[in-house]
T-cell receptor, first 112, second 113 residues
């Protein structure tokens, strides 16, 4: 299977701080996605990116599709306690039946 | 607003027992997926069904079988459970296999002892 490396694995930040995380792959992806998983729930899609260099925002979240198509970045500005959860990147390859491959996740803890 | 419904939510099995995880979606989606989530491994695709009547293997299909019973339902069967299958299982659906937005169920936490 495809390897998507996410970093950092975990983050502990103060409320109000900005957060940055990234996802890298050895393969070129055609679509990058970012999901958030709350405890005891399934992942929920935050942002979808469709072309290299694309920068897309969703409220305080901003994600970018890397120019090389092998990486993607997610930033969260002015974090709040409800941002707590695990953030996953996922990449889609057209030549694998449109399967999505998930990264290993970044666990975010926000300290009030 | 049911979305994707998985049953059961929790299950404990003895090694060698069999069971079927059920998944149903009410969004008229064509594509359905089964993932497993293990600590530090992210979500890995077990099987998927791009449309009613078709099923295909994902990254980790060994030890599992699936049935796309109809457009709404996609079940995952463990014929002879092994401790290595202890995991959290998620079902997901998409409108089509090319649409990126996947809707996930709440998961089934399975322990095999």
């Amino acid at each position: 299977g495809q390897q998507l490396n996410q970093s950092p694995q975990s983050m502990f930040i103060q409320e109000g701080e900005d957060v940055s995380m990234n996802c890298t792959s050895s393969s070129i992806f055609n679509t990058w996605l970012w999901y958030k998983q709350d405890p005891g729930e399934g992942p929920v899609l935050l942002i979808a990116l469709y072309k290299a260099g694309e920068l897309t925002s969703n409220g305080r979240l901003t994600a970018q599709f890397g120019i090389t198509r092998k990486d993607s970045f997610l930033n969260i500005s002015a974090s709040i306690p409800s941002d707590v959860g695990i953030y996953f990147c996922a990449g889609q390859l057209w030549n694998t039946g449109n399967q999505f491959y998930f990264g290993t996740g970044t666990s975010l803890t926000v300290i009030p | 607003n049911a979305g994707v419904t998985q049953t059961p939510k929790f299950q404990v099995l003895k090694t060698g027992q069999s069971m079927t995880l059920q998944c149903a979606q009410d969004m008229n989606h064509n594509s359905m997926y089964w993932y497993r989530q293990d600590p530090g491994m992210g979500l890995r695709l077990i099987y998927y069904s791009a449309s009613e009547g078709t099923t295909d293997k994902g990254e980790v299909p060994n030890g599992y079988n699936v049935s796309r019973l109809n457009k709404r339902e996609f079940s995952l069967r463990l014929e002879s459970a092994a401790p290595s299958q202890t995991s959290v299982y998620f079902c997901a659906s998409r409108i089509t296999r090319t649409n990126p937005e996947a809707f996930f169920g709440q998961g089934t936490r399975l322990t095999v002892v």
